[in-house]
């Protein structure tokens, strides 16, 4: 089956190895990945700050890219859940899109969602192993329903273990340009979840989403924390942890 | 009450420094979120009974003129006085008059969020008219001279320590250290008022139209007394509080309580149809209800409608992480949170708030728990729509969004500055792989944490290379 990477325009900049694990992954559930190379952001910045109409160009721009394939397959939740839950309110006024935005929609999966519930992924080549915590991301978990499947994924890895941490599922604070307009409070909202991963004494802290990642791990550092690595799920089903691909 | 949401920004960071405020917080969110999470628990059909909910008060809304009439006929033929404000001033007005028509000189008051919209107390008291608050939280904000911040317990923000003090200095007796005993001087304090007074002043939860009911929500009796000790009792409400039937009541009771204390059931449910009929033995000898619109026709015909079906659980402030964090007085207005950040520009204006619905993360944790299925983040980005249709959005993020989607929907020059922001990023992070000083917008971000540097190379510059190298 076609399945089309949506990469999402943090991966791409920020860490690749994320995308180079998503496509691993995929090729090992013998799918055959396409990377539309055009493909910029869903537009969802745009979307949030209430530029519609940049949003809408975006949206038309992902829907024409990925037309061709059997799914789209993308390694956040948040990128994710724009597709799915807020594309077809976006083209709510082109009606020519509307439908072309369900059909999208409807092939489109978060990674964790697609490797449980399409291709049933039971076993990982990796190297990686400790004891983990994850983190539900607010879109993932709450427009997406992300919750069992990176739990039953990471329950194959034998040297994996999971422990749930409290506040799995509150927000980090993160919240795209809010981290920045509103600082203060998205750096309060963040320490309180550095506050409980530290409490929870793991190896590292694992995600599925970018906004999250850099949020978190640079609170941690900021803090002085060096040790705990925040990871994105891909690269602990890999053990393509950043290095070697570069 | 005064709008003061402009100053959201140096509000909001004044209260996260606030030691004994932080501390008063961080109680209340477990005290809130904790029992309401074991009673939904409870329901095996939670979601089934919010859809109704969420059905039967669009239902309402949407027959909203049909209702209102069927609640004033049935309220008029039980002997209501039904009253209509379509301003605050106007409402303030019919108070003070009714107490004038009246003789009244001393008011007792349960808890209003309408009232605290319109400023009634200070009016009422500007015409001579005493006015005591007699819900214990409300009664402490009135001590202390302060406003609500939270729509169920409007002196979340207060510890016991901030109020035995209070209390010491207001009651001038011997200061008091446990909460038990501080309740007790408060009813023993207040109980004479009830005795004395000649007027109760009460909010509405809801108005039944089947029944031309009005109905509170108490969990400390003084509402029951505020209902039916004085001569006169005077409900103030506002036109979405209607609902239907008593059947809808019912379905409302199974959600309100539990979304807002994590109740079954609130300690005392108060039905009043009517003033005090000839065999009653309690009962105000007239029944005033004065039903406010002030900005609810204008919101109801917009793409707003959904905040209408509010029922004011405070679930939505319990669990946002902003409100969690800054607390109730931050957001400059009657309501609050992540409905605040919706009702508050609805209502005063969008270009009056522009901060609130920017506030918010968008994590949808409001949208989850609320038990009329209110889409709070789909509301505030709404508003972010308005903002920037209105040309209200800051013009450094209106350029930074410009210019991000100029390159965003051009994929070849996007490609070449991301490749080069890559590699600077990579530079900038040095060994360390993080960068903790960037310049222009960057500097908000570093400014509280570092920015893990980019790895040097885009995944499309990988990728793409990879697969050339494949297909050779």
């Known amino acids: ?246 | 009450m005064e709008l003061t949401s402009h100053q959201f920004k140096s509000v909001s960071s004044a209260k996260l420094k606030d030691v004994k405020l932080q501390k008063a917080l961080y109680k209340a969110k477990d005290g809130f979120v904790v029992p309401r999470a074991k009673v939904v628990a409870e329901l095996d059909n939670f979601e089934e009974i919010r859809q109704a909910a969420a059905d039967v008060r669009d239902h309402g809304l949407a027959h909203l003129d049909v209702y209102l009439e069927e609640w004033e006929k049935q309220a008029q033929a039980a002997g209501t006085i039904v009253h209509w404000a379509e301003s605050y001033e106007e409402l303030n007005a019919l108070v003070v008059k009714i107490a004038q028509d009246n003789q009244v000189k001393k008011i007792i008051k349960s808890k209003s969020m309408v009232g605290e919209e319109t400023g009634l107390n200070r009016y009422v008291e500007g015409h001579g008219i005493e006015v005591k608050e007699t819900d214990l939280g409300e009664y402490i904000i009135q001590q202390a001279g302060e406003h609500p911040s939270h729509i169920i317990a409007p002196a979340t923000h207060k510890s016991k320590d901030d109020v035995a003090d209070l209390f010491a200095e207001k009651h001038q007796r011997p200061r008091l250290d446990d909460a038990e005993k501080l309740t007790h001087e408060a009813r023993e304090i207040l109980r004479p008022h009830f005795l004395d007074a000649d007027m109760g002043i009460t909010g509405a939860n809801f108005m039944i139209a089947e029944t031309g009911s009005t109905v509170i929500l108490t969990n400390e009796g003084n509402g029951r007394m505020t209902t039916t000790m004085p001569r006169v009792h005077v409900a103030i409400s506002s036109i979405e509080k209607c609902i239907p039937t008593l059947d809808d009541f019912a379905l409302m009771m199974r959600l309100l309580p539990r979304s807002a204390t994590g109740q079954v059931i609130s300690n005392y449910v108060s039905m009043t149809t009517g003033p005090k009929r000839a065999k009653d033995n309690d009962g105000p000898g007239e029944f005033h209800v004065i039903i406010l619109d002030v900005g609810r026709t204008r919101v109801l015909g917009s793409d707003l409608r959904d905040a209408l079906r509010c029922i004011r659980c405070g679930a939505c402030m319990n669990h946002c992480p902003v409100y969690q964090n800054v607390g109730g007085h931050a957001y400059g207005w009657v309501y609050p949170g992540p409905i605040g950040s919706v009702l508050t520009p609805a209502y005063n204006g969008i270009e009056n708030a522009i901060d609130l619905p920017n506030a918010a993360t968008l994590c949808n944790q409001c949208g989850v728990v609320c038990p009329v299925k209110i889409p709070l983040p789909d509301l505030m980005r709404k508003l972010r729509e308005k903002q920037y249709e209105r040309n209200l959005k800051s013009s450094a993020e209106k350029w930074s969004l410009r210019l991000w989607a100029y390159l965003a929907l051009r994929p070849k020059l996007y490609s070449i500055v991301t490749r080069i922001m890559a590699r600077v990023g990579k530079l900038l992070g040095g060994d360390s792989r993080r960068i903790n000083h960037l310049l222009f917008g960057g500097k908000d971000w570093t400014r509280h944490r570092d920015l893990p540097a980019p790895r040097g190379r885009t995944f499309r510059d990988i990728y793409l290379n990879r697969n050339k190298t494949t297909n050779r």
């Open chain 1, 1 to 246: 089956m076609r399945v089309g990477l949506f990469v999402t325009c943090v991966v791409d900049l920020m860490r690749p190895s994320i995308g180079l694990a998503a496509v691993k992954l995929l090729e090992r559930a013998d799918c055959e990945v396409i990377f539309p190379e055009n493909q910029t952001c869903c537009g969802q910045p745009a979307y949030n700050a209430g530029d519609r109409l940049t949003a809408q160009q975006l949206a038309r721009k992902v829907i024409s890219e990925f037309a061709d394939v059997d799914y789209v397959v993308i390694p956040s939740g948040s990128c994710g859940g724009m597709i799915k839950t807020h594309y077809e309110e976006l083209l709510s006024d082109l009606p020519e899109y509307r439908v072309k935005a369900q059909w999208l929609a409807a092939r489109t999966y978060e990674l964790t969602d697609f490797l449980v519930n399409v291709v049933d992924m039971d076993s990982f080549d990796t190297t990686f192993q400790g004891a983990i915590a994850y983190h539900d991301s607010c879109a993932g978990l709450r427009e997406l329903n992300i919750k069992e499947q990176p739990r039953k994924l990471l329950s194959h890895l034998a040297h994996v273990d999971l422990k749930e941490m409290a506040g799995a599922e509150q927000c980090c604070g993160f919240g795209g340009t809010f981290s920045v307009k509103y600082g203060d409070i998205s750096s309060r909202i963040v320490d309180l979840k550095c506050d409980d991963l530290e409490a929870t004494e793991v190896d590292a802290l694992v995600l599925g989403d970018l906004g999250c990642m850099l949020n978190i791990e640079g609170k941690l550092r900021r803090r002085g924390n060096h040790k705990t690595k925040v990871l994105h799920i891909a690269e602990v089903l890999t053990g393509l942890v950043g290095e070697e691909t570069e």
